[in-house]
């Protein structure tokens, strides 16, 4: 990890009626050990968050500054500390057209990876502990909730300065507070966020593509290599990048799947056989879909629901490998109903616990 630059705002609005209130701070922060593991432990919880969004800055780049600045800062007209105060001052006409009360800081900062330059603006509250002093007396202390944060951007810069349409139309990942819509838009508002990118629908599009793929495959093989797909995409997604189609393809390529083993007639197993040669997924892709982005963005939970199916209502709760179907599980639709073979050992253990109780 690269921090370049580094500093917190404070913004408070305890009373709606009155206009928010910005304090600043002059210098940037020095980087040392503890700045950078609070920075790290923001980062990552943002990372682990579920249902991002995707998108741009918004056109209208007068009623939302913060792009411009952006540029300038970028071509070093403007430096950190000037971008982050001008920034802050933005946000405070936003909270203003609204009567919402908060009380926290905006921490921003600049990184420089090897294979991206990014900048990082994340919402964070203190929250108060107990804690037992020298004297053995429970006293009070602030401590800034880093896995706590609702509200946060990343910018890709490299995306963002991209010729590629593609690559900038997914710019900016938006975690927005799902449970506090008005403190989300003022947000989204500051920000000049517009979502451009329909993370659901492009996964079912793209494991629409991965179920054409499979379809010739032995069930065994394609039942592994849809779980391989998936297993990259959540990888993905868990370090907050996006699927790389050239990349999942020479991963399929290195680390085929292998046929699962057969008993012969005296009831042994027989050897694996060689790995299965598949065909190059990024050939198929294209094929399949010229128009296919080389680099997508996929939603966790569809993801899992495409290895694994699963449901519940008040009485029952299930889930089983979506390969188990119609093997070991067969659902017949004139019924409604399923039957379920190869029963989990504990599961069977407890069944027949309770029907010789009822004997």
Request: net charge negative; aromatic share 8%.
């Amino acid at each position: 990890m690269a921090l370049s630059h580094i500093i917190a705002h404070r913004v408070q609005r305890l009373d709606p009626t009155k206009e928010a209130v910005i304090s600043t701070r002059d210098a940037e922060w020095l980087v040392d050990g503890r700045i950078e593991e609070c920075f790290r432990e923001l980062k990552h919880t943002m990372m682990k968050r579920l249902g991002k969004d995707y998108g741009c800055f918004s056109e209208d780049r007068a009623a939302h500054p913060l792009s411009p600045w952006l540029d300038e800062y970028h071509q070093e007209k403007m430096s950190f500390e000037s971008f982050s105060q001008k920034a802050m001052k933005h946000l405070a006409l936003e909270i203003d057209k609204t009567e919402e009360p908060l009380d926290g800081f905006m921490v921003l900062a600049h990184e420089r990876l090897a294979t991206s330059e990014l900048l990082h603006i994340f919402f964070v509250q203190h929250q108060t502990g107990q804690f037992i002093d020298g004297d053995l007396t429970i006293n009070e202390s602030f401590y800034l909730d880093t896995s706590g944060i609702r509200l946060a951007v990343k910018i890709d810069l490299d995306d963002l300065y991209s010729e590629d349409p593609h690559r900038t139309s997914a710019a900016i990942t938006l975690l927005r507070w799902r449970g506090e819509k008005e403190l989300s838009d003022i947000f989204i508002a500051f920000i000049g966020f517009i979502e451009k990118v329909d993370v659901a629908a492009e996964t079912d599009k793209f494991l629409g593509v991965v179920t054409d793929y499979t379809k010739a495959l032995p069930d065994d093989i394609a039942h592994q290599t849809n779980k391989q797909v998936v297993d990259y995409c959540l990888e993905q997604n868990k370090i907050g990048k996006p699927v790389v189609i050239s990349e999942l393809s020479a991963q399929l390529k290195e680390n085929p799947p292998v046929r699962a083993e057969k008993i012969n007639s005296s009831g042994e197993p027989t050897p694996n056989e060689a790995p299965v040669d598949l065909p190059e997924f990024s050939n198929f892709v294209s094929s399949a879909q010229p128009e296919a982005k080389p680099e997508i963005i996929t939603d966790t939970s569809k993801l899992r629901q495409f290895v694994r199916l699963s449901g519940r209502n008040n009485q029952l709760s299930m889930s089983f490998a979506s390969s188990c179907l119609g093997d070991s599980i067969v659902y017949d639709p004139s019924t409604d109903s399923l039957t379920i073979k190869d029963i989990p050992p504990r599961l069977k253990a407890r069944l027949i616990k309770l029907a010789q109780e009822d004997t």
